[in-house]
């Protein structure tokens, strides 16, 4: 009997360690595949978003300038708890050849009234329910937001992160940069 829980209490630990260590890896950084990450980013710099006041917003008008994407929705509590911090460092970092831009995946209606009472310096553009699809083909495996990538100036996916941004991770991206 001792024998027997000792068996199911070390299978229990083996399997909470394995399940934090999967947890820890999904919510880091990390680097996508390069052939991955080549595809993904020549159809990035292809599409164009409609901001919420109806204006175009094309991708290849960022080319050449270091450019975090976020995918965010206003029903996400996280996502908006970080916008403050995207909106500061763009600010901070405008002239610096950085550029950040907001994708929401939400309804348009929802985002234009968030921004009514909570407005962003930088772009936001609308990529509805394809945004999702968006963020999976560059490395989003569950789908989850917030979901952030940071392109190279050459176009290139640098870093990629599911979950809050910190400043830690700002910074650190710079230095990518």
Request: glycine share 10%.
């Amino acid at each position: 009997m001792n024998r027997r829980k000792m068996l199911y209490g070390g299978a229990a630990a083996l399997a909470g360690a394995a399940g934090a260590g999967v947890a820890w890896w999904k919510f880091q950084p990390h680097e996508l595949p390069v052939v991955e990450s080549v595809k993904a980013a020549d159809v990035f710099w292809n599409l164009s978003f409609e901001t919420p006041d109806g204006k175009n917003l094309p991708m290849s008008s960022f080319r050449g300038k270091v450019v975090l994407v976020n995918f965010w929705a206003t029903w996400c509590p996280p996502c908006v708890e970080e916008l403050p911090l995207l909106d500061f460092f763009y600010q901070e970092n405008k002239d610096k050849n950085i550029q950040v831009v907001g994708l929401a995946v939400d309804q348009p209606s929802a985002v234009r009234a968030w921004l009514q009472t909570r407005p962003l310096n930088f772009p936001v553009g609308m990529a509805g329910l394809n945004g999702t699809e968006l963020s999976k083909s560059l490395g989003n495996q569950v789908g989850g937001l917030p979901f952030t990538v940071l392109f190279g100036s050459s176009g290139q996916v640098l870093q990629r992160k599911i979950g809050k941004i910190s400043p830690e991770d700002l910074v650190n991206w710079t230095k990518l940069s």
